[in-house]
């Protein structure tokens, strides 16, 4: 945005060049301003546009800063998610949510892998969906993100059930 006004202003100040430039010089400057114009106007536009992140951790506190156990306890841990969808018994091998669910749930098993479980268990309505309704649906609920490394993981947390 400076360098749209910088440009506008250093195409106003005026020069020793003939006379036979200043036409060609003034259509210049009419260009940069309303070239400075239609920027400003697209940059408005442009912030008024998407809403303001939620990125838990990063732009507002972690609600859940142990992944799938943090919003899932009490009457709605994982258990009872689970065996509301006929799940089969997990039995006791599950000690750590959601890196133990993998030791079936693996991407080379015939099985669904758990990333494309979890995800279409939050979003599969869309914008409807509870999770993205009372959650923002961000991405930063079940994955923490290290704005240091980059590096994504994903949270974990131990069984409440
Ligand atoms: C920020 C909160 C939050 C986190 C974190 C979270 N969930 Fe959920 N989950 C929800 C909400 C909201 C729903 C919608 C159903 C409801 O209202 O309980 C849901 C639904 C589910 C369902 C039921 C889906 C259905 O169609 O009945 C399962 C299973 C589930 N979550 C598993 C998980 C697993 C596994 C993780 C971690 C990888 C996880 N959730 C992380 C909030 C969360
Ligand atoms: C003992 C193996 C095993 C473990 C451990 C396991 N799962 Fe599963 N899961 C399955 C199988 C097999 C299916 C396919 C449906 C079926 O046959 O029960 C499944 C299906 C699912 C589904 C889809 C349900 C549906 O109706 O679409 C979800 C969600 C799920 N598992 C989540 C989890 C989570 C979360 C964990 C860890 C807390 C977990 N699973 C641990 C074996 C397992
Ligand atoms: C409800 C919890 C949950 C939410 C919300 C979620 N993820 Fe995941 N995601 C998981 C889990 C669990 C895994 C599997 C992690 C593992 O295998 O160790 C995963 C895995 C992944 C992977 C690795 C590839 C794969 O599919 O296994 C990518 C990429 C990914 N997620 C991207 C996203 C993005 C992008 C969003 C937001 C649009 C998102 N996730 C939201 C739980 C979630």
Same mark, same amino acid.
Request: proline share 2%; hydrophobic share 20%.
């Given at each position: 945005m400076r360098g749209g006004f910088f440009f506008a202003a250093a195409v106003a100040v005026p020069t020793?060049?003939?006379?036979?430039?200043i036409h060609a010089r003034s259509a210049t400057l009419v260009l940069a301003a309303g070239l400075a114009g239609a920027w400003l106007l697209g940059a408005t536009a442009f912030a008024a546009d998407p809403p303001k992140a939620y990125l838990p951790g990063l732009t507002a506190p972690d609600e859940?800063?142990?992944?799938?156990v943090s919003c899932h306890?009490?009457?709605?841990?994982l258990k009872v998610m689970l065996d509301a969808l006929d799940h089969r018994d997990m039995g006791?091998?599950?000690?750590?949510v959601p890196d133990d669910?993998? +030791?079936?749930?693996?991407?080379?098993?015939?099985l669904e892998a758990l990333g494309p479980v979890s995800h279409s268990m939050h979003y599969?309505? *869309? +914008?409807?969906?509870d999770f993205v309704v009372k959650h923002g649906g961000s991405c930063l609920n079940c994955h923490a993100l290290s704005?240091?490394? *980059?590096e994504v993981t994903t949270k974990s947390g131990p069984t409440n059930w």
């Open positions: 020793a060049r003939s006379m036979a430039m859940a800063p142990q992944g799938c306890k009490g009457s709605r841990n006791d091998k599950i000690k750590v669910c993998k +030791s079936c749930h693996e991407d080379d098993d015939e599969a309505r *869309g +914008s409807k969906s704005t240091g490394t *980059g």
